[in-house]
């Protein structure tokens, strides 16, 4: 019978080639911006290395301080001595690793300026993160902590400098102080924020590295939890030591918030910004959000479809009304519209993921982050899929309802007469 | 007994041992406006027996091709009961309505009404495709028995744009066989062709009743191709006049 319903979808789809035309252009191109969206947000929050555990980190960007009578607010990031003297106090996180935003720095090489983008890190983010190493090795603690001058650097500021990636043990002077080269790895996207940089140095050697009470600093933190599920232990013990943190300066500050977030939910608390105590069923609201929009991007085809659909049923009442003579019941008839319908979807679909390689191509070629490739992985490909098979659904259950519910002595009259 | 005998005695003319297949009690059929009330049958008994191959007649709406959809369990009457093989069928709901039409009932209609997407051995195989739990082979096997009992086992791969009329209305009639159902209902099966091919239609019909046995009701136009059947049943302004 499968056969059978392929066939008629398929001659169906070559009856009318300008509005299979039209059909298949709307689900493609709506696909292809979708799935283009979701390949760069893979890109940027999934588990790629170097963040290939990034299921189970946690991320700190931001303690804000609420000034007291009105005075606004304040965002910084944490200090070492919040670091130290809380966080790394905490026991639920496996590791606590830091780091800072890139920050510019210049390398001279014999014939050129190199400019560079620095973070400062300690021992743990290594340990975190999984970088592929060319070759060498992240930095010991005890260089760390003896603020030794000893670097990792990328592959393309290894090319660059030294012409070769093979430099370890090499000497690379970045704003007139020089470096052991320890570590070379693969460039890491500027995408990937919290791993992003050419250059790696111990946070020993920071300007910014220097230990009082205050809270606030320059360092991002990246909590590691022991497992996935353990993540929210993790956000929860973080959240009860803040409310443990004495507020500095009374007089000035009223309170004190900060979050330890997944990936996700941490750049969706960027984004919806100064909340005084942001909480998380505020964030899954933003979710919902998100994904109403993408569904009413989604249903401006879905409706033409729709409509599409609807005027080809009367197209075919005749085959209707026959296939209900010769013992089609109604639920046979909607399988087989769904059928046809999912058909077509999963071209569009087909389609949607060619142009969004296209796409991908071309922006990658016009390589507007650093060091990034985007590209359609096996999770977009297969929510690529997903979302062509609710396509097809969306778009084909009104109208095969409508196609079972012909009378079927109208519809072989050629009539849309419904029951 | 001449056929116009039969004609005014519709049911005293079942053989002895006739068995019913199909039993219309009563029925009425109301069409129903906001402004008009159209009676398109009324108080309509007729039984029709196993092996019979009945004609309607009767002029242009007069209720005719009513009457099949209500025989072919298409439409459901405002009034009376429709039996099959002895049951009504009245609270039958649309999926048993629908199995009992597969294995019961073939159509055969005036305008063919084939899938022009399907080649013919397709189109013949549709009836199957509803039949649960039978397989691809098997209802090619059935098509194809059936295209050949109607002459057509060069053409299966055809499709029906490439046919004639009458190659087409054969086509139709494998299809309605195609399932073995116990009664064929078809509505003016000649009313498209010009009277050779008319003729090879009804030639076809009878040589089926005749020799496999299958039940038909036909409603025409055509006396002449009405008297080649064993009764004429006559309709005027929704009643069974004869």
Known sequence: MLLSYLKIAWKVLMRRKFFTFISLFGVSFTLMILLVVMAMFDHAVGPNAPMKRVDRMLFVNTIRHQMADGHGWMSNLASIHFVDDYVRKMKTPEKVGITTASANATAFTQSKLLPLDMAYTDGSFWQIMDYDFLGGRAFTADEVAQAQHVCIINEATARAYFGRPDVVGQTIEIDLKRYRVAGVVRNVSAAQVYAYADVWVPYTLSPQYFKDDRLEGDFLLVLLAPSAAAVPAVSEEYQQMMKRIPIPRPKEVKAIYSYADPIVPGVTRGILGNEPSLQNDQITKFYVLVGGLALLFMLLPVLNLVNLNVTRILERSGEIGVRKAFGAASIDLVGQFLVENLVLALVGGLLGLGLAAGALALVNEAHPVAYAHFALSWSVFGWGMVLTLLFGLMSGVYPAWKMSRLNPVAALRGGGEQK | MSPETDLRQPDAAAPDRAVPVLRLRDIEKVYQTKTIETVALNQVNLTVNRGEFVSIMGPSGC??????????????????????????????SDK?????????????FQSYHLINDLSVVDNVELPLLYRPGMGGKERRQRALAALDKVGLNARTGHFPAQLSGGQ???VAIARALAGGPEIILADEPTGNLDSVMGEEIIDLLLELNREQGVTIVMVTHDLQQAMKTQRVIRFFDGSQVG
């Open chain 2, 63 to 92: 209720g005719k091709s009513t009457l099949l959809s209500l025989m072919g369990l298409l439409d459901e009457p405002t009034g009376g009961v429709i039996e099959v093989d002895g049951r009504a069928v009245t609270s039958y």
């Open chain 2, 96 to 108: 048993e309505l629908a199995g009992l039409r597969n294995l019961k009932i073939g159509f055969v």
């Open chain 2, 168 to 170: 087409r209305q054969r």
